[in-house]
């Protein structure tokens, strides 16, 4: 009988104390930076990559300044945190949900017909010769780092 409320407590705590995380994969999120020089707060309703409850990648359009990566951070239960890029750029960061919800912006304000959006492999090549691995949003099929 002790055994059995043992067991069945064991259970009760393990599930209670699990934390559920997201998916790996990309997802909506409102970046916000001071861009250098500027001194101003910008703002972005941008793709980020998540993988095992980090976020590892930023997809920032092509011309962005800061083409370093950003160091994995673990994101929180509310989806607020600050993150940082090898280069010492501070990224305030909220999660905002799937990358839908920020075509659905972009589009709101640009207009954008739905069906022209399409995710592709970037096309830049690393140091090694290999094409990116990265996936992208941006037009000229390049990523932010390229």
């Given at each position: ?22 998916p790996d994969g ?73 990358p839908e919800k ?45």
């Amino acid at each position: 009988m002790i055994l059995k409320y043992f067991i069945l407590f064991t259970l009760l705590v393990t599930t209670i104390g699990c934390k559920k995380t997201p998916p790996d994969g990309d997802y909506c999120a409102k970046v916000s930076f001071v861009k250098a020089g500027n001194k101003r707060l910008t703002s972005y309703d941008i793709i980020v990559e998540v993988k095992k409850n980090e976020l590892v990648d930023i997809l920032f359009p092509v011309d962005h300044q800061d083409s370093s990566s950003i160091k994995p951070v673990t994101i929180p239960e509310n989806g607020k945190f600050t993150a940082v890029s090898e280069s010492g750029i501070v990224y305030k960061i909220e999660m905002k949900g799937t990358p839908e919800k920020c075509l659905q912006t972009s589009r709101k304000k640009k207009n954008e017909n739905p069906l022209k959006t399409k995710k592709v492999q970037c096309k830049g090549k690393n140091k090694d010769g290999k094409r990116c691995q990265r996936l992208t949003y941006n037009k000229s099929g390049f990523c932010w780092q390229h």
